[in-house]
């Protein structure tokens, strides 16, 4: 079973996605900041992250090279309202940039 762990700071979101996802057999965790976000990376061992980018402990973008770090493999889609940060969120490692809204068919496409 996959694992995915969703870190926004948005509950609706992440109980929304977590929802729609173990419908569909998949195991989902979340964090509401980035700092409770990695040490889960670090103990839950996630496939799939998804990660805003305004978090209240900081900025989703800065932190996408250390979460790559602790896992190269981790499927990373970042999700932000702000499209001009596509391109420097790939740059910096992320495999995917999705604008919200965020659709759960096209998280599910790149899943």
């Known amino acids: 079973m996959k694992k995915i762990l969703i870190?926004?700071?948005e509950e609706d979101l992440c109980?929304?996605?977590k929802t729609y996802f173990e419908?569909?057999?998949y195991e989902v965790d979340y964090s509401h900041t980035l700092t409770d976000g990695l040490k889960k990376i670090e103990n839950y061992y996630p496939d799939i992250v998804i990660l805003?980018?305004?978090l209240p402990d900081?900025?989703?973008l800065d932190r996408i090279k250390e979460i790559k770090k602790i896992d190269p493999n981790i499927n990373l889609i970042m999700i932000s309202a702000l499209s001009?940060?596509?391109e420097e969120s790939l740059s910096e490692g992320a495999n995917?940039?999705?604008?919200?809204?965020v659709s759960f068919f096209k998280i599910n496409e790149l899943i």
């Not at 995917?96 to 809204?101: A, D, G, T």
């Open 7 to 9: 870190i926004d700071d």
């Open 96 to 101: 995917y940039f999705l604008e919200k809204p």
């Open 84 to 86: 001009y940060l596509k």
């Open 23 to 25: 419908r569909r057999k």
């Open 52 to 54: 805003d980018n305004n």
């Open 15 to 17: 109980r929304l996605v």
């Open 58 to 60: 900081g900025f989703g």
